[in-house]
């Protein structure tokens, strides 16, 4: 990915890392099976993580390089954006795509490797503000208001094992920021109905479930087919509730 | 001796996810390979699902991102290798359509490959996967693999076998096609599990829940009546209507090992220790003697207004024609798991709420071997024992709706989740953790070996050398 932006690297990788090549040939997770392009990496610093993965500097990666890419010698450095391959004492990792230490690509100059890490950190937080956008602009609603009333759906047949559970939240709307909904105010909301997935099947474990009184700005989906007649919309993705401060940011980009 | 392993790697020692439900396959060709499952999912989010994965009989254990499940966990996933050639066969529901899948790894543990996809399906549930070499004759060689699987597409018979003859090597579909072992009506379909035993005679046993009459439901759960039905195949499932050898006093393929038993089907509800109830089955045949054949599976007793939840073991000596009566009957357990060793030995893994002399519940994982088939008290191994409250649950199953037994020559392994908090009294044969934590002060520490984590649903492995060679000394190991 030669033209790729640091945002475009950090986007497509799941870790990204910079350090410093300490052996090849060989891995630091028993068992792992290494070839001329595995590497053993001393982490410098940490570019992207989730929370469950902490890396401090020091820590040791395993990386199997890019075919595409040349060949690291123990003593170099890079910038690391990878996938993952194994998890045991340590972790080995699959390399997308690299960048020489400390140089961020596009218009920012480079400050070292805590302007790499600054420049990570901002790139992040606007890839997180873009998936909102995104999710809001697939949205056919969005709405500012709070929960007022939950009840079970009518349920049609036998309950079975991977079924929704539909229920049914009624939201207090004051805000219709956009979608075919008629406006209310804070002194006379708009009452809305809105299905949601109410088992805690593993299935449904990540879809959203409203609780009383929970308020923010809702990002709905029409209802589609029978259940339509019972709901108009729909809230099934963990990102369809924002905080209402997130209004501002949908409203900036055209959300 | 008994060895206990919980499974999370090191590097995953901040981790907090709840990772129930497992399941595990050991190479019968080398045992020290072992892959095991659970709702586990790629801590970084990727598209490949992990598997647990030890190359060390289960000592040490990492996660390999081997399978394509379209995101960072699975649904449901069952495992096996066949008998020799050290192939891995698995099928899963995948995450983002829950898709029945069915997989092939040709070296898990030597590759970092994604496994092959050889089937995928939708509208179906819970597959479970079993498999066997042909050891010699006709078709030696061959691995024939039998997924039991919740068949919607085939509603009201819903209970179904996915079978291969020679799956190890022939492109996608690799030979599988799935068949109905259900011949009889339905409440509208049968139960989700579906379950496989495969002798290497060719003997292959299939046994499933039959809902016979619906029986009302309610917020989150539904309640039924149930037939337990074998149903058996002589010649691999070779034939052009497998699993019809064993007919009903009704002229009906599959034999009715147990009629009308009330069941609460609790989908979305836990009311046993946070766990959900109602589909508990498994089954194993002696690999020494294809006619003996054990079968466990859970009822309520009480009936509608029953809040008992009952284990219930029978054996068949005669290929499953007739029936011992309960063996054993265990009351308020889940995830029954049947083995039988090379000797004829018995093991039932189990997972019991028990009181605790407080007047609050832990859960108990028990290994039961009996050489007597209970007529004698068994050998009772309590392999984990946890407060059933701790920790809160995040989604269901909790603990799992199945846990798995296995049988290599004379030894058992398995693998069952539970709370893995670092506290040897709920271990009292020892546990081994490769995750930071601190026994001393009962507390898991992040990779940092500082930062506090908080108790989680852990898988744990087990192996169980038979005969004990320290029958005196278990705990010592």
């Not at chain 1, 002194?187 to 479930?209: C, E, F, G, Q, T």
């Not at chain 2, 934590?437 to 108790?455: E, K, M, R």
Request: hydrophobic share 40%; glycine share 10%.
């Amino acid at each position: 990915m030669p033209d790729s932006t640091l945002k475009d690297l950090l986007a497509s990788a799941a870790l990204a890392f910079t350090g410093t090549v300490t052996a090849t040939g060989s891995s630091s997770v028993a068992g792992f099976p290494a070839d001329d392009r595995t590497a053993v990496v001393t982490v410098r610093e940490v570019l992207k993580a989730p929370d469950v993965l902490t890396l401090p500097a020091g820590a040791t990666v395993t990386v199997q390089l890019s075919p595409e890419l040349p060949v690291l010698a123990a003593g170099e450095s890079a910038s690391f954006f990878t996938d993952a391959l194994a998890y045991g004492d340590s972790v080995a990792v699959r390399e997308l795509a690299r960048l020489p230490a400390g140089v961020p690509p596009g218009p920012a100059q480079p400050e070292g490797d805590s302007g790499t890490r600054r420049e990570a950190s901002a790139a992040l937080r606007e890839l997180a503000q873009e998936e909102i956008i995104a999710h809001a602009r697939e949205a056919d609603a969005v709405v500012r208001g709070y929960v007022v009333a939950l009840e079970a759906a009518p349920q049609a047949q036998e309950p079975r094992e991977y079924d929704p559970h539909w229920w049914v939240a009624t939201l207090a709307v004051d805000v219709v920021e956009k979608g075919d909904i008629p406006l209310g105010d804070a002194r006379d909301p708009v009452p809305v109905r809105v299905l949601y997935a109410n088992s805690i099947d593993h299935r449904w474990r990540d879809a959203l479930k409203p609780k009383a009184g929970q308020s923010g700005l809702w990002l709905l989906h029409r209802t589609d087919g029978p259940m339509a007649g019972i709901a108009p919309f729909q809230v099934l993705h963990a990102m369809d509730l924002q905080p209402s401060l997130q209004l501002d940011l949908i409203r900036g980009q055209g959300g | 001796m008994l060895i206990i392993v919980n499974m999370t790697p090191a590097s995953l020692s901040g981790e907090t996810r709840q990772d129930s439900e497992p399941n595990i396959a050991v190479d019968p060709g080398n045992p020290a390979t072992i892959v095991a499952t659970a709702f586990t999912p790629d801590p970084l989010g990727g598209s490949n699902a992990p598997v647990y994965v030890s190359s060390d009989g289960g000592l040490s254990w990492q996660l390999r991102t081997i399978v394509p499940s379209g995101g960072p966990t699975t649904a449901d996933i069952s495992l096996s290798f066949a008998s020799s050639g050290g192939t891995l066969y698995a099928g899963i529901l995948n995450r983002p359509n829950f898709h029945f899948l069915v997989l092939r790894a040709p070296d898990p543990v030597g590759s970092t490959s994604p496994m092959t996809i050889l089937v995928d399906r939708a509208n179906e549930d819970q597959p479970w996967v079993s498999a066997a070499t042909v050891p010699g004759g006709a078709g030696g060689g061959d691995d024939r693999v039998y997924i039991g699987h919740n068949d919607f597409n085939a509603s009201p018979r819903t209970a179904s076998v996915e079978l291969s003859t020679d799956a190890r090597t022939a492109g996608q579909p690799a030979g599988f096609g799935t068949h109905g072992v259900e011949r009889r009506g339905t409440a509208g379909q049968d139960g989700p599990p579906t379950r496989t035993a495969v002798h290497p005679d060719g003997t292959v046993y299939a046994c499933f829940q039959r809902w016979v009459t619906n029986e009302g439901s309610g917020p989150g759960f539904s309640d039924h009546t149930m037939d337990v039905v074998i149903t058996r195949d002589d010649n691999w499932g070779l034939g052009g209507n497998p699993f019809s050898a064993l007919v009903g006093d009704d002229g009906q393929a599959g034999v009715r090992l147990a009629t009308g038993r009330f069941i609460r089907f609790t989908a979305s509800t836990g009311p046993l220790g946070q766990e959900r109830i109602g589909a508990d089955l498994a089954i194993a045949v002696d690999p020494t003697n294809s006619s003996r054949v054990f079968v466990a599976w859970a009822d309520r007793v009480g009936g509608k207004a029953g809040t008992d939840w009952t284990i219930h073991v029978q054996r068949s000596a005669d290929r499953g024609a007739t029936w011992s009566g309960d063996l054993l009957t265990l009351t308020n357990g889940k995830n029954p798991a049947l083995a039988i060793n090379s000797e004829g030995t018995v093991g039932m893994l189990f997972q019991l709420l028990e009181p605790d002399g407080t007047g609050g519940t832990r859960w108990v994982t028990h290994l039961h071997l009996t050489r007597t088939d209970w007529a004698l008290a068994p050998t009772d191994r309590v392999l984990h024992t946890a407060p059933s409250g701790i920790p809160s649950r995040i989604f269901l199953p909790y603990l799992g709706d199945y846990v798995r037994l296995l049988s290599v020559g004379t030894n058992f392994y398995g693998v069952f989740c539970g709370s893995n908090q670092p506290d040897q009294g709920n271990f009292p044969n020892g546990v081994t953790y490769q995750r930071n934590a601190n026994f001393g002060t009962g507390q898991l520490l992040a990779n940092d070996n500082i930062t506090p984590v908080t108790v989680s649903i852990d898988p744990f492995f087990f192996f169980r050398q038979e005969p004990d060679p320290l029958p005196w000394a278990p705990s010592l190991l």
